[in-house]
Each structure stands twice: as C-alpha cells, then as structure tokens.
C-alpha cells in the first residue's frame, strides 16, 4: 500500500510536545505515512522552551506532501497578517492539499485567509482573539477539533492527538486508529468538548460523579433514555445531574447522548452490513432518518456515503 506523506511545518516559538504528535500518532499506523519535518528555510527553530529543533528539510518538502500540517506556537508569536517567508513556503502547498492545524497553528492558516468562511476551531484561550482578528471565519472553541475537508483545525495540545486518530480513522478505518491508540496508551475517542476543560476540570470535593451513569448509559443507547431515567440512575434531582454532567463532559445529557449514537451508528456503518435502519433501531434512533439527520449533523455526510468510505478504506 502506498504510503502518503505528511509534512510538519514548524515556525519558531513552536511548542515542541505538539510538533511531536504528527510522527508519533501517525509513525504507529503499520507504516501508512511517512512523516517528515519542514521549517520555512530549512534552518533549526526555536521552541517555546529553551531549546531549539533542527530539522532535516526546507520548505520545499510542503510540494511533495498529501498532508500538511501546521504546528502551533507560543501566543507572543501569533499575528493578524502572515509574514513573507511563511507565506512563501505555504505557496509550495499543491491546491487540493489536504491541511490540519493543531491548536495556535489555526491562527496560520486564518491570517493566509485559507479559513474565510470556514467552519475552524483552536484553543479556547485564544478564542476571544482569534474572533477579533479573524471575523470571516466561522470558530467554534467547544469541540476538539473540525474537519471541514481539505482543512482540519483542532484545539489545544493533546487534541492534536484526537485530530491525528480522526485522520487514521478517515483513511484506514476505526480498526486501525483503534491499534493505533492502543500502541500510544491514548483513548481512541475522547468524549465531549474543550468546555470541560474549561469550566470545572475536576469535580468538588465529595461529589458524586456522573461517570457511572455514561457507562450505564453506553450500554443502553438503544432504549428511549430520558434525563430523568439518567438523573434517576445517578441519584440526583434532574437540575443537579445537568450541571454536573456539563461539568464534567461539556455537553448536555442530551447532547451527549446523540454524540454517543452518532459513534455507535459510524461503528456499525464500518464494520457491519447492517441498514440504515437497523443501525438506527441498534443505537436509539426512532428512525433511519433521524440517524441520517443526526450524522450529516455531525460530520456533513449521509450514512451510505461515510459506509462506502470506510469500505474503500477498509
């Protein structure tokens, strides 16, 4: 099988754990991707800690890549306009190019004006800025990360893990980003969004956890849950349940729930030759037109469109 390659710009300032993911995530896949690492001049570049990289290849290792992608760097580096050498070296990008930023590296591509009406997400602590320089770009700082094809955007540090996976996902397949993620200790799906990183990182002191119930929950996607069968099953009042679990997840029960059977759906469209609307019976939606609704909701496609993908893939 042909290998693609994957090229890693690094700019200086660049945080040295997130240049790693590329070639660490990827490097696991059974040998799909070759990994290489570019600066704008081919020159070493400074990190964000005190030391700097040396890397083995120029800008125009960006023209032999299938997929770019964007390191991020330190806060004091991003700027509303891109300068010429970073601008010279994404001109070595063949159109159709397939490019991911991880966390800051948003903010690269946004100033290039490749996001422009976009659908992209960055870290949530920049949001607030990344809105003010950037107003055409459609941001969404909630979730780990976008694919709005052929730019993906993703938040802040190990999500550049999560963003990674989704590739070996998309183009291998849920079995392989699965060995993937075993070799690396890493979940191969994390749930929710940056807000629980946000709002309440860790519970109080002494309070009961809604951990039991998602669990007792995932194994009952098929049945009508309701919030009061899950607050019901956590001991709690409905008011207290909801704001816990935003707490600790990002995301309503509801929402939740619909992410859940949406992952469920997407496991079964790949490895199953179940119909739509048997999957749709499987995961606890009334329909398999709900259960189409809900995916193109979630990642813009139809069930048999994302099926026939991993069929290819597979």
């Known amino acids: 099988m042909r290998r693609e390659r994957v090229v890693v710009l690094a700019l200086d300032g660049v945080y040295p754990f997130e240049l790693g993911i590329p070639s660490r995530i990827l490097g696991a896949a059974d040998d799909r991707y070759e990994v290489l690492t570019c600066s704008v001049d081919g020159r070493p570049v400074r990190t964000n800690a005190d030391f700097g990289v040396t890397v083995e290849h120029g800008p125009e290792a960006l023209a032999t890549a299938g997929t770019v992608v964007i390191a991020p760097v330190t806060p004091s580096h991003l700027a509303d306009e891109v300068s010429d050498d970073v601008l010279a ?7 159709g190019t397939r490019i991911v930023s991880i966390c800051t590296g948003a903010f690269v591509l946004a ?20 809105r003010r320089m950037f ?16 730019f993906l955007t993703s938040a802040g540090a190990a999500s550049g ?3 990674c996976l989704h590739l070996v996902r998309k183009d291998h397949g849920s079995r392989l980003a699965n060995s993937v993620a075993r070799r690396c200790v890493v979940p191969p799906f994390r749930d929710g969004g940056q807000a629980q990183y946000i709002e309440q990182p860790v519970p109080e002191q002494g309070a009961a956890s809604t951990a039991g119930t998602r669990a007792w929950a995932l194994e009952r996607l098929d049945e009508p849950l309701t919030l009061a069968d899950l607050s019901g099953h956590a001991r709690m009042s409905q008011r207290t349940f909801a704001r816990r679990f935003h707490d600790e997840v ?21 490895s199953s030759d179940l119909t739509v609307d048997q999957i749709a019976g499987r995961v606890g939606f009334a329909t398999g037109a709900s259960l189409r609704q809900h995916l193109n909701a979630a990642i813009g496609v139809s069930p048999q469109a994302y099926r026939r993908t991993f069929q290819t893939a597979r």
Not at 89 to 95: E, S
Not at 113 to 129: C, F, K, S, Y
Not at 254 to 260: E, H, T, V, Y
């Open 89 to 95: 070296a994404l001109a070595h990008i063949r159109p």
């Open 250 to 270: 990002g995301l309503s029960p509801g929402r939740w729930l619909i992410q859940q059977r949406v992952v469920r759906a997407r496991h079964l469209l790949e």
């Open 111 to 130: 100033a290039a004006g490749l996001l422009d009406g976009r659908r992209a997400t960055t870290h949530w602590q920049v949001a607030d800025r990344f």
């Open 135 to 150: 107003p055409r770009v459609d941001l969404d700082p909630d979730v780990l990360f976008v694919d709005d094809h052929p």
């Open 161 to 163: 893990v999560d963003i």
